[in-house]
């Protein structure tokens, strides 16, 4: 591998830790802003202490996410200046405005709010306060939509056209927000976050019910959580299916290479589901295969024997590591469908009245607090590594994509980026599990309760 | 009335620089109270300076996003040149500024005190750094970065220089002026008075540092810097900062604690219009200019369009969230940690 190959590699992977790290954050950021709205909303609503309670408790918890998630946010917005220049450069016109957009209407209305939602309960009324916490939740679903735009551009590029040095030049921009793969995604990783978070709180909630299943703040976070498991896991079932079909139109290589399908079966079989395979990029077809007829048909084309184009259908050179986007679909898919299980039995175990005592169910939900982050993250694997060998997709490629900064500088940022990362995403998990390790309690306090009475004539 | 692409290219530019000029005034303000926690070392100080800033902190950093965002978005040429070029100091002022915000944050949550020593070692270094390194990258800047067809042309160490870490120090002045004037305003006792003394000291000195880099911004010759010594232009610069300069040491004689702070304010923006007024209408110095580093026309007139309409918006909210941490803060009794 000589530098320039080597240089390439270690950008991509430096975004892809640095959006790793950020994805999750924000994430967690619009399922707790959107978990405390429904919080603060049942507490005005219905009046009980114990819902002012658990929303101090989380927003202790959303004040620790908010701080390390912009940090990890500011990085993310230069890091296409840093690393990736020319696409910058030639798709500027068109992702810049995007993001400039998800800043405007978005991060602004989620920072501006913030301090008031979590400094500032005693120092406005109950409804500007409420105000606050419900700008901070649409803020961040806002912000979903202007990033997953810019992405999606990248997937599903419309609306454009080439200025005369081979730049990409808006055209029109609704076409633009609204590319063809942009409501799917938008769907599935709203879905996803609420999902992630519902695993997280059901989690927390679980932990305490094991110890004292009368404890009523944990029967509350418990209870919510598992609606929305019950309602999100499925329908995240049918919106991934739709996203697939989605992509299978615009991107068949991804969708094979999810698959691992080399060649095209014969019609009259169909497509096989893969449970297990070692895809050779070399040999271009996989070993130790375990498949099973047809079941791929069902859910690729809806059909019994409808086949999809296979990698060996296209140019190598326009194929992406099938190994990596193959491995992470399936435990994407596989830890959907035992968190849409889990919800559906919690279902059936609510209508028996022993949502609170059934051991199994707790240690279970315990056990997956990370599952839907995991799902996600690998989500983002299978799309963004199954964009490869493109930026723009079939337009512009990674390689063309770069900036043109030497090895030992990306090797640099790539190794601090790690550490510091590591050291303070490692002590903000530390400090996360220690907060939600505490019992929530009656009379719950804040984060930070003196700010408000210190400050002021 | 179809307006021009100069006036559009103009309108963009002035767009972003609002943007940043936004950033350093709101954000210098509370990276120089990080600054200050080297010499402000007493708990309850350092309890009062933290909480001055924790409500305001994250949107006042939001400036410095909307600022890359639109540059991205309107001169993206302009962008990917200045942040390749600055790869080091700004990846190293993106890694101080996650320290200074989680230490910040976390602060509280340290158990023991020798901890919470850390947290502050860690929430001053990193505003120190950022501070440091954003004035290295403006030092960077001005003294001109090598390009061609768009793209970066350098080695990486450009940015290097005895002018980029002069105005990197000057700037770590600047902003602890910003702070301790901040807490002037915001503070009682003890620490109210150590702050004003503070303040005086960092205004004496900064003005010296302001003329030595005029001066060596004229001898780079990568800007238009001649223009501050014709009368049109420096005029008025030097009335300004004149008028500045007095108003500072006379309001700390007055009621109202946040004069000064604005005083300080008013010496910010003459300096940066004073600069932008030498750049123009270079983007990228010394030879990338507005017109050559501009996105799609269409783009710009977007953008300019969402400014227009959401800026003053945001502008509106924000001060509200000042609005409700405002007075004076008052350390009630010492906190068990």
């Known amino acids: ?457 | 009335m179809p307006l021009s692409d100069e006036l559009i290219h103009v309108l963009a530019a002035g767009a972003v620089a609002f943007s940043i000029l936004t950033y350093v005034i709101l954000d210098g303000t509370d990276l120089g109270v990080g600054i200050l926690f080297a010499v402000n070392r007493n708990a309850r100080h350092r309890h009062v300076m933290a909480f001055s800033i924790l409500p305001i902190w994250d949107g006042n950093e939001t400036w410095l996003v909307l600022g890359g965002g639109g540059l991205l978005a309107m001169f993206p040429a302009a962008y990917s040149i200045f942040l390749s070029a600055m790869y080091a100091p700004i990846f190293l002022m993106l890694l101080s500024l996650i320290f200074r915000g989680v230490a910040l944050e976390f602060r509280d949550r340290a158990e023991t005190e020798k901890r919470q020593r850390w947290h502050d070692v860690a929430f001053m270094g990193g505003s120190l750094l950022a501070t440091f390194f954003q004035g290295v990258v403006l030092g960077g800047l001005i003294q001109g970065i090598p390009h061609m067809d768009g793209q970066y042309r350098g080695g990486g160490w450009d940015w290097f220089s005895a002018f980029s870490i002069f105005c990197g120090l000057v700037l770590v002045a600047g902003y602890s002026l910003l702070g301790a004037c901040w807490l002037y305003w915001r503070t009682t006792d003890d620490l109210h008075a150590k702050s004003r003394r503070q303040a005086k000291i960092l205004a004496a000195i900064i003005p010296a540092l302001l003329a030595v880099i005029v001066v060596w911004t004229l001898g780079l010759q990568t800007v238009h810097a001649q223009r501050w010594l014709t009368l049109p232009v420096g005029g008025p610069i030097i009335i300004l900062f004149v008028c500045f300069t007095i108003w500072f040491w006379r309001s700390f004689n007055r009621k109202h604690h946040f004069l000064p702070l604005f005083a300080v304010l008013g010496w910010f923006i003459t300096a940066y219009g004073a600069m932008i007024l030498a750049m123009y209408p270079l983007i990228i110095p010394p030879s990338l200019t507005l017109p050559q580093a501009s996105s799609a026309r269409l783009s710009q007139v977007f953008m300019l369009g969402v400014f227009g309409i959401l800026v003053p918006i945001t502008l509106a909210y924000s001060t509200l969230g000042f609005w409700v941490f405002r007075g004076k803060i008052r350390a009630k009794e010492r906190r068990q940690t």
């Open chain 1, 1 to 457: 591998m000589d530098a320039s190959d080597a240089t390439l590699l270690l950008a991509r992977a430096q975004f892809g830790i640095t959006i790793g790290f950020h994805i999750v954050l924000a994430a967690v950021s619009i399922g707790l802003a959107n978990f405390l709205m429904a919080l603060e909303g049942l507490w005005l609503w219905r009046k009980k202490q114990v819902y002012m309670d658990l929303y101090k408790f989380w927003l202790k918890i959303f004040a620790l996410n908010v701080a390390v998630g912009t940090a990890s946010g500011l990085v993310m917005e230069f890091e296409f200046g840093t690393n990736w220049g020319r696409l910058s450069t030639v798709a500027g016109s068109i992702i810049g405005p995007l993001m400039f957009l998800e800043v405007m209407v978005a991060f602004f209305l989620e920072a501006g709010f913030v301090g008031i939602m979590l400094f500032g309960l005693k120092k406005v009324g109950p409804k500007l306060h409420f105000f606050s916490t419900c700008a901070v939740a649409i803020g961040s679903l806002f912000s979903a939509f202007w990033i997953l735009s810019a992405n999606s551009w990248l997937h599903t590029p419309a609306g454009y056209t080439f200025s005369p040095d081979g730049r990409f030049f808006p055209q029109d921009w609704l076409e633009i927000i609204f590319n063809p793969s942009f409501p799917y995604r938008m769907i599935h990783m709203s879905f996803a976050a609420f999902l992630g978070t519902a695993f997280m709180v059901g989690a927390a909630g679980a932990w305490q019910l094991l110890r004292d299943p009368s404890n009523p703040h944990a029967r509350i976070m418990f209870s919510m959580a598992m609606w929305t498991v019950a309602i999100v896991g499925p329908m995240q079932i049918v919106a991934g299916d739709l996203h697939g079909e989605n992509t299978l139109e615009h991107q068949p290589q991804k969708v094979a290479a999810m698959e691992g399908s080399w060649d095209r079966p014969p019609h009259f079989q169909g497509e096989p589901l893969r449970l297990f395979a070692i895809p050779d990029m070399s040999e271009k077809r996989n070993h130790y295969e375990l498949a099973i007829p047809h079941i791929g048909s069902l859910y690729l084309r809806h059909s019994w024997t409808g086949t999809i184009k296979s990698l060996n259908e296209f140019p190598l050179s326009d194929i992406p590591p099938v190994a990596i986007v193959f491995f992470a679909f399936r435990a994407m898919v596989g830890l959907g469908f035992l968190m849409a299980g889990i919800g559906i039995a919690s279902l059936v175990i609510r209508k028996r009245g022993r949502l609170y005592n059934t051991r199994w169910l707790h240690m279970t939900v315990l056990l997956m607090a990370p599952a839907g982050f995991l799902a996600m993250l690998c989500g983002w694997v299978v799309t963004e590594v199954g964009r490869q060998p493109f930026t723009v997709y079939g337009l512009l490629r990674t390689a063309q994509s770069s900036s043109p900064v030497s090895l030992s500088f990306v090797t640099t940022s790539f190794m601090s980026i790690i550490g510091v990362y590591v050291f303070v995403f490692g002590i903000g998990l530390i400090y996360l599990m220690r907060a939600i390790a505490i019992t929530p309690k009656k009379g719950e306090k804040g984060p930070e309760p003196q700010l408000a009475n210190e400050t002021g004539q």
